[in-house]
């Protein structure tokens, strides 16, 4: 069955670092595009970012330059490098499978989801 374990989340201050994992099996992990979105508590599940299973990639406004998605498909892992992190990047955040590339910005077309990890930016 397919699953997505996310690892990395943590908490750092403002203006540092982290790298989250997104373990992924049970399925053909090159064929699909990823994605990443986050929830902070009292607010809807926001899109962070994107990668098609071509490798194109793009970004929310609020992470572009920031945060770089990358995946290695010999380890059938997705990251997410997060810099310059911000308090507002609080939230837990959760990698998916992207089984449609229509609107990809949205949860609707993600259909596996990880458990979440939670990331803590400190002011």
């Known amino acids: 069955q397919v699953q997505l374990v996310e690892s990395g989340g943590g908490l750092v201050q403002a203006g540092g670092s982290l790298r989250l994992s997104c373990a992924a099996s049970?399925?053909?992990?090159?064929?699909?595009?990823m994605g990443w979105f986050r929830q902070a508590p009292g607010k809807e599940r926001e899109f962070v970012g994107t990668i098609s299973w071509s490798g194109d990639i793009y970004y929310a406004d609020s992470v572009k330059g920031r945060f770089t998605m990358s995946r290695d498909t010999a380890k059938n892992t997705l990251y997410l490098q997060m810099n310059s992190l911000k308090p507002e990047d609080t939230a837990v955040y959760y990698c998916?499978?992207?089984?449609?590339?229509?609107?990809?910005?949205?949860?609707?077309?993600?259909?596996?989801w990880g458990q979440g990890t939670q990331v803590t930016v400190s002011s």
């Open positions: 998916a499978r992207r089984f449609s590339s229509v609107r990809p910005n949205t949860p609707a077309s993600y259909d596996y």
């Open positions: 049970g399925y053909i992990f090159s064929n699909y595009g």
